[in-house]
């Protein structure tokens, strides 16, 4: 049997099955677009950055520390690729939100045959749909916010600093799920705190989705279609495994 991880864990191959069809491919230019343009920019923009920094570190070290250059530009890299994770998919998220929604309406309505069963969302109201969308991401940054700071906190603290990156591996994880999982589930009108008690319910699962989710994000090119994708995932998780439990908080 199938465990719950490796379960959430396909349903992301299963998005970025689903984002090929040819009824849904026209719903992924536009976030498509969205992550390469930004995606792009940060890239140009912090390779000059990254440029100017080691020089300017490398110029002040003393010569008996020169051996450091070596390690300093990978390590940089590292640091950068980390920032650009957590920040990136946060604002590209915002930007890409009402366009994700609908995304996620029309491949829910590729999967089941009807569009979701709460407040409709489409061209007639992307207004009112995007407004939601925005509002929704923003509490999602508050979220992240709110649990980054303990989680920073815990590198400094001695032993605790030992498990301080698989907790953030978690934590990134968890992010992630909820993220993309707000796509359906705010079509079908559950709140935040709805939302987070369902997966809380089904940890496992949102872990393990979670978790494909962020690989995808780290495989160069292919994570350009991370963000349809995973509104794709996430929209074929809700309608296989969790819309038939119970909605509370």
């Known amino acids: 049997m199938i465990s719950p991880a490796v379960q959430g864990f396909i349903h992301v191959l299963e998005g970025l099955r689903l984002v090929h069809r040819p009824g849904i491919r026209r ?12 995606f792009g920019g940060v890239l140009y923009w912090g390779w000059g950055e990254l440029d100017r920094l080691t020089a300017w570190i490398e110029g002040g070290l003393p010569a008996w520390l020169q051996w450091l250059e070596l390690f300093l530009r990978p390590l940089f890299v590292l640091t950068a690729l980390v920032v ?9 998220n915002l930007l890409g939100a009402p366009f994700n929604a609908l995304l996620a309406e029309r491949v829910e309505r590729e999967l ?16 009112r749909e995007a407004l939601r ?18 989680l920073l906190a815990l590198f400094l603290i001695p032993g605790l600093n030992l498990a301080a990156p698989v907790l953030w591996a978690l934590f990134g994880a968890w992010m992630l799920a909820i993220e993309y999982m707000d796509y359906p589930m705010g079509n079908h009108g559950m ?54 439990e119970p909605q509370r908080q």
């Open 27 to 38: 719903f992924v230019v536009i976030p498509l677009l969205i992550n390469i343009a930004l």
């Open 84 to 92: 650009v994770f957590y920040l990136f998919t946060p604002v590209a």
């Open 112 to 127: 089941v045959g009807e569009a979701p069963t709460g407040p409709q969302v489409g061209l007639r109201s992307l207004l």
């Open 133 to 150: 969308a925005l509002w929704g991401e923003l509490r999602k940054l508050v979220y992240l916010v709110l649990w980054t700071i303990p």
């Open 191 to 244: 709140g935040f705190a709805q939302e987070r008690a369902l997966l809380r319910r089904n940890r496992p699962l949102a872990l393990g989705f979670g978790a494909g989710l962020v690989l995808l994000t780290m495989i160069p090119v292919v994570n350009f279609l991370a963000m349809p994708a995973g509104v794709a995932g996430a929209t074929s998780l809700w309608v296989k495994r969790l819309r038939r």
